[in-house]
T-cell receptor, first 117, second 115 residues
Framework: AQKITQTQPGMFVQEKEAVTLDCTYD???????LFWYKQPSSGEMIFLIYQGSYDQQNATEGRYSLNFQKARKSANLVISASQLGDSAMYFCAMREGGRTGGFKTIFGAGTRLFVKA | DSGVTQTPKHLITATGQRVTLRCSPR?????VYWYQQSLDQGLQFLIQYYNGEERAKGNILERFSAQQFPDLHSELNLSSLELGDSALYFC??????????????FGPGTRLTVT
């Protein structure tokens, strides 16, 4: 069965330092996509970064990079140079599907990141 | 602002009642997704529609139903409401139903409180 595991309920990081948020996944489908979303206290869901299962290189988007280790089924998010505005809940998600032309996305439980000044 | 609108923003109702949540996708987006976020269940995918047709189903209860109309807006109907249905309901849209379509834009959500 599809599964996403985020083992860190909460993380603290000093401003300007880098932080890694862990995510492992489980799927038997060779084709899938991995995503990270940010949810600030205001509640909206903000897309951060995407990694396809066949992508050879790790995805990067500005200060965000995804450390994709396919054999280990891990997709950790690395935030460099943390800012106070990075304090939020972060969700790892996996998308599978396509047989009926539709796509299911499952989410991990989330990691709450606190950035200290 | 993602361009996805959801109404109402807040909804308070009693157990046993029925409510309808509405979502307007971004202009031109054909695909609509519904999600439920609750404290105990986390974020769960409910259902996806593409150009009026149901395309994928997740953990959607039989008491819940959805549809997408010709103008592409979507409604999520929740009936025989229970306390456990209290949650934040998100709608998201994307231009197409594409595997790598990470352009899934989330609306601000509707917070449902069942008393």
């Amino acid at each position: 069965a599809q599964k996403i595991t985020q083992t860190q309920p909460g993380m603290f990081v000093q401003e300007k330092e880098a932080v890694t948020l862990d995510c492992t996944y489980d799927t038997s489908d060779p084709s899938y996509g991995l995503f990270w979303y940010k949810q600030p206290s205001s509640g909206e869901m903000i897309f951060l970064i995407y990694q396809g299962s066949y992508d050879q290189q790790n995805a990067t988007e500005g200060r965000y990079s995804l450390n994709f280790q396919k054999a280990r089924k891990s997709a950790n998010l690395v935030i460099s140079a943390s800012q106070l505005g990075d304090s939020a809940m972060y969700f790892c998600a996996m998308r599978e599907g396509g047989r009926t032309g539709g796509f299911k996305t499952i989410f991990g439980a989330g990691t709450r990141l606190f950035v200290k000044a | 602002d993602s361009g996805v609108t959801q109404t109402p923003k807040h909804l308070i109702t009693a157990t046993g009642q029925r409510v309808t949540l509405r979502c307007s996708p971004r202009s031109g987006d054909l695909s609509v997704y519904w999600y439920q976020q609750s404290l105990d269940q986390g974020l769960q995918f409910l259902i996806q529609y593409y150009n009026g047709e149901e395309r994928a189903k997740g953990n959607i209860l039989e008491r819940f139903s959805a549809q997408q109309f010709p103008d592409l807006h979507s409604e999520l109907n929740l009936s025989s409401l229970e306390l456990g249905d209290s949650a934040l309901y998100f709608c998201a849209s994307s231009p197409r139903t594409s595997f790598s379509s990470y352009e899934q834009y989330f609306g601000p959500g509707t917070r449902l409180t069942v008393t």
